[in-house]
């Protein structure tokens, strides 16, 4: 499931290589996405440039002319690929390939999603903060708000377990289950343990790890376990560099103890035993 560093890795590659075009066509194959793409999408899309890309949490924001962006969530299994002629489209089936934007030189951005979780979703750029999806978002992991103080605070008198937390978007946005394990095996404390213990240099050793796990992860493009693809259909290359998540039984990197799983709020969490407390 794409998490910030996915979403930010694409958002940079299509920076790149999109900003700048202008939609000149839509089509859309299959519109019952997490929710129902809406009429008139298409008419209201035609015709735009593509200013800037921008990310809020998981959501790419694609601010277009007209003062219109363009939100999307790649949901569970969604990629949004820039296809020009040299792209090897081999792996993508184009059953899922469910929304097309054609480009003025000849590309097209495709949004393909097996599971169809994700979401395409034109608003009025000036109404872009009070809109469901983005409205009561904490704040970027990446960015200062997110600090030792802001998350100790956060934490107080909360029984939650501490990785829920993390996960918890009203806290901080962008964090899922992958780089909350990452980023709590890295701080040596346990994913069940109640946030409420976390000591004040813990929450400095969590803000600082969570900055640290996610820039690396941003430029290995990104962790691919299943589904995620950027914006050239390539995989992200931070799966190597996973210390415990997905490594159930395998020993601890650091100690050598098998790595345990536990289930937290409907997520695998993955721990070393020995080094987390
Ligand atoms: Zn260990």
Redesign the pocket.
């Known amino acids: 499931m794409p998490e910030l560093p996915e979403v930010e890795s694409l958002r940079r590659m299509l920076l790149e290589s999109a900003r700048g075009r202008k939609i000149v066509a839509a089509a859309i194959r299959e519109p019952r996405l997490r929710r129902t793409v809406a009429d008139d999408f298409i008419r209201k899309i035609t015709g735009r440039g593509i200013d800037a890309i921008d990310r809020r949490a998981k959501y790419l924001l694609l601010r277009l002319s007209g003062a219109a962006t363009l939100l999307v969530h790649l949901g569970m299994s969604g990629s949004l690929t820039h296809r020009g002629k040299d792209f090897a489209d081999l792996e993508f089936d184009p059953a899922h390939d469910h929304l097309r934007l054609e480009l003025d030189d000849g590309s097209a951005l495709v949004y393909n999603d097996p599971r169809r979780f994700g979401l395409m979703k034109l608003v009025d750029s000036f109404e872009l903060d009070s809109v469901q999806e983005l409205r009561g978002l904490g704040p970027e992991p990446l960015e200062d708000g997110f600090n030792p103080g802001y998350l100790f605070r956060a934490t107080r008198r909360r029984r939650a377990a501490i990785k829920n937390l993390l996960m918890d978007q009203r806290i901080v946005a962008g964090i899922g289950n992958i780089y909350a394990c990452e980023i709590l095996f890295r701080c040596r404390i346990r994913p069940g343990r109640a946030a409420g213990r976390i000591t004040r240099r813990e929450a400095g050793l969590i803000a600082s790890h969570t900055k640290r796990v996610l820039a690396n992860a941003i430029g290995d493009g990104g962790t691919t376990f299943r589904n995620y693809r950027d914006s050239r259909g390539q995989p992200g290359r931070f799966a190597a560099r996973l210390q415990v998540y997905g490594r159930e039984d395998q020993p601890?990197y650091?100690?050598?103890?098998p790595i345990k799983c536990r289930v937290l709020g409907q997520r695998s969490s993955f721990y070393?035993p020995?080094?987390?407390h």
């Open positions: 601890c650091a100690c050598g103890t070393c020995k080094c987390q």
